[in-house]
């Protein structure tokens, strides 16, 4: 495992990028029907990429501090589409 994360160079700063924007993704424009399990999925997404935005925003070089607005950019906007689609 440890020569995969060396060959792709991935971190632990990339890991809402694979996880919670395609899950995100999927469950905003997927056709599933919003019931209690996703929406749960659905808020779980939008509070990791928070968690992760916050955390990141304390970092010290540039590249942690660009992907945490990134995150919170992100948790916004599933927030807002959420709600939207939630409302309509």
């Not at 990339?14 to 905003?28: D, E, N, Q, S």
């Not at 010290?60 to 807002?80: H, M, N, Q």
């Amino acid at each position: 495992m440890k020569k995969f994360f060396e060959k792709w160079k991935l971190d632990a700063l990339h890991v809402p990028l694979v996880t919670a924007y395609p899950a995100g993704f999927w469950l905003l424009l997927g056709s599933v029907e919003w019931h209690a399990t996703t929406l749960t999925l659905y808020i779980l997404c939008i509070i990791f990429l928070s968690f992760s935005g916050f955390v990141e925003t304390g970092g010290d070089s540039g590249k942690e501090i660009f992907f945490g607005y990134v995150y919170l950019t992100g948790a916004l906007f599933f927030s807002i589409a959420g709600l939207w689609m939630w409302l309509i």
